[in-house]
């Protein structure tokens, strides 16, 4: 019998898949990292007790949030796993940052890159990602955009990112500057280095698994806070340790979900705050006057959990530093959350919320 050696050598596929990595290495070089702001808190109200509040400022990203982070570790996950190759066509169920910022990589590698969002998705979310190379594929519902992304991956062989299975295990959370190790680093010469409380808002979940899991690998004092928006299913879940489904989308763009996604880890979550929607949009207004420049409704979402836990340090006598994510620009929702007239139609009223958190300006009260 004539045993026949055969042989299949894909050598090419594996030198553009080096070259595409080297290209993602070398952007995330060049872009080095970004800012932790010192966010300035009365003097007047501390009483003796001395606390701090950092912004991980997320919006100094070349795509301008968060998700650059997601989408740079969501593509080196699928190339290094043999997924991407060239030509590949890139999928992704998203209509918001996320997308922008995949298009971006996708754009980088000669990639095409198709998003999939319901119909409804306004003519702002779709120019950011167009903007960035890649193409829009609209459904009639919000449910249907995890399905139909699968399709159409499969229809071009191309590869769905699919952010909401992969965000928690994409990214390296032991360290390889993940934003994590970030801030720890960053906060190495400041009055208190290692913080209270870590506050970030749960979308696909990957932020608060990487954070989560990086504390207790590092054996950090450090507790996890995650704020959710009103109709997510994480806080729900989390409250009564049950799989839980809202059927209502939120309100709040970047974060909150009518299901609990694959990628959130609630064992690695030491509290969460459900945050009412117009509280989220009125702590964008107050930080926005803060700072001098708009911020997008997440960030007001984690500022108002963070103004909670240092009221309840400095009521508690007890010093330390708290650390949030200033997750996108508010420039994004210009005809949205910073638009009277849509606020108004979506029935969000700020005042209430407004006087709360100049009341805490004033005092440091928090009911």
Known sequence: MILETRIAD??????????????????????????????????????????????????????????????????????????IEEGTTVVEASSGS?????????????????????????????????????????????????????RLA???GGHYLDQFTNAERATDWRGNNNIAESIFTQLQLE??????????????GGTSATIGRYLRYRRHDTRLCVVDPENSAFFLSYEQGVDVSTGASSRIEGIGRPRVEPSFLPNVVDRMVM??????????HHVSEVLGRRVGPSTG?????????????????????????????????????FCDEWLTNMELDTSGPAAKLSEFERSCSWS
């Open 301 to 337: 979402t984690n500022i108002w959990g963070a103004f909670g836990l240092l009221a309840e340090m400095v009521a508690q006598g007890r010093s330390g530093s708290v650390v949030t994510l200033l997750a996108d620009s508010g420039d994004r929702y210009s005809d949205t959350y």
């Open 98 to 150: 996320t997308a922008v910022s995949e298009a971006y990589f996708a754009a980088m590698l000669g990639l095409p890159f198709i998003a999939v969002m319901p119909a409804s998705t306004s003519p702002s979310k779709i120019a950011l990602i167009e903007a960035q190379g890649g193409r829009c594929h609209f459904v009639a519902r919000s449910a249907e955009v995890y399905a139909e992304a699968h």
């Open 191 to 204: 009055e208190h280095p290692i913080p209270e409380w870590i506050v970030v808002g749960a979308g696909t």
């Open 10 to 83: 894909r050598g090419h596929s594996r030198r553009w898949a080096d070259n595409a990595v080297r290209l993602i290495e070398a952007d995330a070089r060049r872009s080095a990292d970004t800012h932790l702001v010192r966010y300035p808190l009365p003097s007047s109200w501390c009483g003796g007790v001395d606390v701090q509040l950092y912004l991980k400022d997320e919006t100094t990203h070349i795509t301008g949030s968060l998700k650059h982070r997601l989408a740079r570790s969501l593509f080196l996950y699928g190339l290094c796993n043999g997924w």
């Open 275 to 284: 945050v009412p929607d117009a509280a989220s949009v009125a702590a964008a």
């Open 154 to 156: 499969a229809e071009t």
